[in-house]
């Protein structure tokens, strides 16, 4: 049985270029940073949890909810084959059970904070928001975007960013964690404008406050689809 299924639905995706060498101390054991075009990116991704279920139940007042995150893209050699996934700065969402399962049973990093969303679609466009509350003040990610949805392009940045199917995590140097996240190939909706208005120091630590003064190189909107997380295996 999946440790978790659910919806994830309109993602948005601010990707920043970043120097490799700020991302080292994070890496899991047996990991190493994936690049794109000689390109090294974090991301913050604002999203919709819905229709969650924990080992098949769905858990009162935890079925819907938002998350924030701030990730970067690892790779990882298992004979062979190559694993593409994830490592996340920190995850934000608003329940303290979901806190406290996945920091306890993921050796994640997630937080509890007050969080809303708005989420308003048209026939002319589509606006998505999340905001989330830090040191009595809220941070925004929000985008507009055309309704038509596009297909993923082959080796290009929205599929090297879209498309990781595992997840890892560091329990110390010589300790980690995989899992793996199964959902089908997402359609995105070309973005028209961002509004990012986010203090990554009082979120995220002084290794990423440069990034209060930076422009991201892209943001996405993608439309998500059915999902799940299996369970962890150490190595």
């Known amino acids: 049985m999946s440790f978790l299924k659910a919806e994830w639905r309109k993602l948005i995706m601010a990707n920043y270029e970043v120097q490799p060498e700020i991302l080292q101390k994070y890496l899991p054991k047996g990991t190493e940073i994936d690049i794109f075009e000689g390109k090294c990116y974090v991301s913050l991704v604002g999203f919709m949890f819905l229709k969650t279920r924990l080992l098949g139940i769905k858990v009162p007042f935890h079925i819907n909810f938002e998350e924030v995150n701030l990730r970067f893209y ?30 306890v049973f993921y050796n994640e ?25 830090v040191n009595n003040k ?18 290009s940045q929205i599929e090297f960013i879209a498309e990781h ?33 986010v203090d990554f120091q009082a979120n995220y630590g002084a290794d990423f406050g440069f990034l209060n003064n930076k422009q991201p190189s892209s943001v996405l909107l993608l439309e998500g689809s059915e999902v799940s997380v299996e369970n962890k295996v150490i190595f």
């Open 109 to 133: 990093h997630y937080q509890t904070l007050p969080m809303k969303h708005f989420w308003n679609i048209d026939k002319e466009k589509i606006e998505v928001s999340y905001e989330w509350k």
């Open 138 to 155: 809220w941070n925004k990610v929000s985008v507009e975007a055309e309704t038509k949805p596009q297909k993923i392009a082959k080796k």
């Open 165 to 197: 199917y595992w997840g890892y995590s560091k329990i110390n140097a010589q300790k980690a964690t995989e899992y793996e996240v199964k959902h089908p190939t997402w359609q995105y909706y070309p973005v028209t404008t961002h509004q990012i208005l």
């Open 74 to 103: 690892v790779k990882r050699k298992v004979e062979d084959e190559i694993k593409r996934g994830v490592v996340f700065i920190k995850e934000i969402v608003p329940k303290p059970a979901l806190t406290f399962v996945a920091n």
